[in-house]
């Protein structure tokens, strides 16, 4: 089974324009979350989707939006990029059976770098 | 809100040796999962171990066991026979609510060989 694929793996965007990046879960798995990755500041939670709803959203500004798409596959995207989005963008999926949580399987993230 | 305290921002261990990393964590429900990831320098999570909150024993993975305590709201990993492949990241993790996980700051482990 293919792993949790994020694209691209490194970008370089500048400020004020906007990025979108891609996820695609493991065949099967229905939620998909979002998190961003800085030194400062650790692991920080975006949002997940489920079936194509957002059901769960982190403390970030409206820049920060997404979308899940029928087959699972997930966007993520960031509008008006300020330097201070510069992180690895970790996307992660489960396979939500029910109630019943296991483990989130991560993607190898995307770096994104804003000059 | 739930938060996850990783007290040791970095930790050695003698290869062969054993380490424990410390994680505690705040909640007010019963029911949740505690989880450790381990992160490379590839920035690849990866599952180490995990624990539902409603099972009393401690959960192992060959090497790697973890130290719950309940009441204590604490979650703490050992490594047992350290390898050089596991120097790495590990992150501490909470998870109540499927698809939204509260991540510790990380300890940084260096193994000597």
């Known amino acids: 089974k293919a792993g949790v694929t994020q694209t691209p793996r490194y970008l370089i965007k500048t400020r004020g324009q906007q990025v979108t990046l891609s996820c695609s879960p493991i065949?099967?798995?229905?939620?998909v979350s979002w998190y961003q990755q800085t030194p400062g500041q650790g692991l920080q939670f975006l949002f997940e989707?489920?079936?194509?709803?957002?059901?769960n959203k982190g403390n970030f500004p409206g820049r920060f939006s997404g979308r899940q798409f029928s087959n699972s596959r997930s966007e993520m995207n960031v509008s008006t990029l300020e330097l201070g989005d510069s992180a690895l963008y970790l996307c992660?999926?489960?396979?939500?059976?029910?109630?019943?949580?296991?483990?989130?399987?991560f993607g190898q993230g995307t770096r994104l770098t804003v000059v | 809100a739930q938060t996850v305290t990783q007290s040791q921002p970095e930790m050695s261990v003698q290869e062969a040796e054993t380490v424990t990393l410390s994680c505690t964590y705040d909640?007010?429900?019963?029911?949740?999962?505690l989880f450790w990831y381990k992160q490379p320098p590839s920035r690849q999570m990866i599952l180490v171990i995990r624990?539902?909150?409603?099972?009393?024993q401690n959960a192992t993975e060959n090497r790697f066991s973890v130290n719950f305590q309940k009441a204590a709201k604490s979650f703490s990993l050992k490594i047992s026979d350290s390898q050089l492949g596991d120097a790495a990241m590990y992150f501490c993790?909470?998870?109540?609510?499927?698809?939204?996980?509260?991540f510790g700051d990380g300890t940084t482990l260096t193994v000597k060989p």
């Open positions: 992660a999926s489960s396979p939500d059976v029910g109630q019943t949580f296991t483990e989130a399987f």
């Open positions: 065949s099967g798995h229905r939620s």
């Open positions: 989707y489920f079936s194509e709803t957002q059901r």
């Open positions: 909640t007010s429900e019963s029911d949740y999962y």
């Open positions: 624990q539902e909150a409603y099972k009393q």
């Open positions: 993790a909470y998870n109540t609510n499927a698809g939204k996980s509260t």
